[in-house]
């Protein structure tokens, strides 16, 4: 065994032999060569060393050992070589060797401006801007993206991007794309898929349904990418004419991470890029259906809905876009006016409050809605002089009339019900948060089985807006995703359901402490209902006629209808006394739900992952603030 073992490797230049090298300067000499003559070399099992260095690329991408030695040279070299030598792309397991160079070349520039300059002046963004042209497969264009959005984060190396004038084009037309091109090149043939797309994708650990997980994942990853590197383009003016194309900016909201991706800002991301300039926010502002695109994010359980919101109140901003957007933004930022801490974001209600008070030229609704808003703000100052002995005569005068509400609500008179809560807003103290809460969401409750989803959505929001976390309390979430869900707004509609879930899963209210399952089946069978519905590849099956597997019959994902009645709430939990305990319920079991609302832990992460993506999210510009350029 120890002869064996002491024997030399029979590979001269063998490159984990040379990893080994305990002397540094010969370690160095030996990597250096190993870099320099890789490219020219046809042996077999070159992908070997290939897929070490991309393991190390991506545990040690601040490791400057490699860049030093030449890394980027090869890897530029050995994908030239993939391009220009189909022969030897084919041989062998040479297929993987430009993914995995352009990966390479993607880690290590991802997080060091001194590493992108070295693999600049190595030559890396021609080959790579072939990869994203489409020269070898989706799976190469996803890295190939991917690098050269990092090397476009920095402004030392934007410039040598910018220089390939073809890049933002593509680009956009990968954004634009990348899911029919997924769907339609792997996802769409199972029986057609190419074996080496398979291993990367599983790394040879799964089957067709693991790889169609993964693929779902890289399409969105792919198309993210490619709206990050395209965000880098929106903050210089003079590239903001060639992105506002209307087909691409009516595209933008729809486009999201899912829920495979959600770190991502995606279309939000840079439409809020494009809205700091002037010379975006006009587009936008004309653009068909992008108002009320906006609208939905900004009331919604987004983890962008910041963002919307700060486009909302750029172009109200703006006297050139103010005008337009008014009527349609107004509505939807009154309902936000009392939310207070969005993530990072302190005071936003106060932001908006003021941007509302400035705004002039809007039609009497719009002016009216303002105003209620301000004189809600006065109410307030007033109240904070009142004794105490008045505010507790309002609130108890509030209590009195909501009870009225529950009982007409009970009795069926849903309209004398909704009256009987907008009464009782009158009369609440403003700073009484809780049973405000309450009182919105229950007249959300009204508006639903009026079939009024529009109205349903404002008080829900108010209702979110005022809680304690913000967007947490259950009933509201629950609310508001049946009436998205009436609207066919599935997005929207999934998100606040899955809140919902989450806070019933972490909930202590006795209504639902009781069940076995917390989760109630209401909302598991709205989830996915909505899931279908808002499935990534769902457009591109539609055009492309499903899943076609040999031997089967063909399957069209995304498009499948739910036969079953999903109940509302209102309809699945009324107990034996005809109370809708999900629904409305008495002033005490209110309060109750309300008192534990503080204990609910799961937040589904949303500031952790504000937090977790504020820096690379500077980087990218998604978490500037307005820096107007007046050019």
């Not at 502002?285 to 009331?299: D, P, Q, T, Y």
């Not at 809708?580 to 609910?600: F, I, N, P, R, T």
Request: aromatic share 8%; glycine share 6%; proline share 4%.
């Amino acid at each position: 065994m120890d002869k064996a073992s002491s024997q030399e490797c029979p590979y001269p230049g063998c490159f984990f032999c040379v990893m080994k090298e305990g002397n540094p300067s010969k370690r160095r000499s030996c990597i250096l060569k190993f870099f320099r003559d890789l490219p020219s070399q046809d042996d077999d099992g070159q992908v070997l060393p290939i897929s070490g260095l991309w393991n190390t690329a991506m545990a040690h991408p601040n490791d400057p050992e490699f860049i030093d030695l030449g890394i980027f040279e090869c890897m530029s070299a050995l994908i030239w070589k993939g391009l220009k030598n189909r022969r030897w792309l084919s041989h062998d397991q040479n297929i993987y060797i430009p993914y995995y160079a352009a990966h390479i070349i993607g880690s290590y520039t991802m997080n060091m401006e001194e590493f992108a300059e070295r693999a600049v002046e190595a030559g890396v963004i021609p080959p790579l801007v072939e990869l994203l042209r489409g020269r070898l497969t989706w799976v190469e264009q996803r890295v190939a993206v991917r690098a050269l959005g990092h090397l476009a984060t920095y402004p030392s190396t934007f410039s040598s991007v910018a220089n390939h004038g073809e890049i933002l084009e593509l680009a956009i037309q990968l954004g634009m794309s990348s899911l029919e091109i997924v769907y339609s090149h792997f996802y769409q043939y199972p029986d057609r898929r190419l074996s080496y797309h398979c291993d990367l994708l599983t790394r040879g650990m799964g089957g067709v349904e693991m790889e169609s997980r993964k693929a779902e994942e890289w399409a969105s990853q792919l198309q993210c990418w490619s709206l990050q590197l395209i965000n880098c383009f929106a903050f210089k003016p003079e590239f903001l004419l060639a992105l506002c194309k209307p087909e691409f900016l009516v595209s933008l909201p729809v486009m999201w991470g899912g829920l495979v991706n959600e770190n991502s800002p995606a279309g939000i991301g840079l439409l809020r890029t494009i809205c700091q300039h002037k010379l975006g926010r006009g587009p936008v502002s004309s653009c068909s259906g992008m108002m009320e695109a906006l609208c939905n994010i900004a009331r919604s359980s987004d983890d962008w809905q910041y963002m919307a919101i700060e486009c909302l109140l750029w172009l109200l901003q703006d006297p050139n876009t103010s005008h337009k957007v008014v009527d349609k933004a107004v509505p939807t930022l009154v309902d936000l006016a009392e939310i207070t801490n969005l993530g990072d974001h302190k005071k936003l209600g106060d932001s908006i409050v003021s941007v509302l008070q400035e705004c002039n030229s809007m039609g009497n609704r719009s002016r009216e809605l303002i105003e209620e808003t301000v004189n809600s703000r006065q109410r307030l100052k007033w109240e904070k002089s009142m004794p105490k002995e008045d505010l507790h005569i309002k609130q108890a005068a509030a209590l009195v009339v909501k009870l009225e509400g529950n009982s007409l609500f009970s009795s069926g008179d849903i309209a004398g019900a909704a009256e009987k809560y907008s009464e009782a807003l009158s009369l609440c103290p403003m700073r009484s948060k809780k049973e405000r809460v309450v009182l919105y969401s229950n007249r959300a409750q009204c508006h639903l089985l009026l079939q009024q989803p529009l109205v349903a959505i404002s008080d829900a929001t108010r209702a979110l807006c005022l809680h304690n976390p913000v967007n947490r309390h259950a009933k509201s979430l629950w609310r508001r995703a049946q009436a998205y869900d009436m609207l066919g707004l599935a997005k929207e509609s999934l998100l606040d359901a899955i809140l919902f879930i989450n806070e019933c899963s972490q909930s202590n209210d006795p209504d639902l402490s009781m069940r076995q399952n917390k989760v109630p089946d209401y909302a598991e069978r709205l989830v996915k209902k909505q899931m279908r519905a808002a499935w990534l590849f769902k457009e591109a099956a539609l055009k492309h006629g499903g899943v076609h597997r040999k031997g089967e019959e063909r399957e069209v994902y995304g498009n499948e209808t739910d036969d079953s009645e999903w109940e509302t709430a209102s309809e699945s939990d009324i107990g034996d006394d005809g109370r809708d305990h999900m629904g409305l319920g008495d002033e005490e079991e209110e309060e109750e739900v309300e008192g534990h609302g503080e204990k609910w832990k799961n937040r589904d992460k949303s500031s952790d992952k504000t937090e977790k993506t504020s820096a690379k999210g500077m980087r990218h510009g998604y978490s500037l603030k307005l820096a107007e350029e007046e050019m």
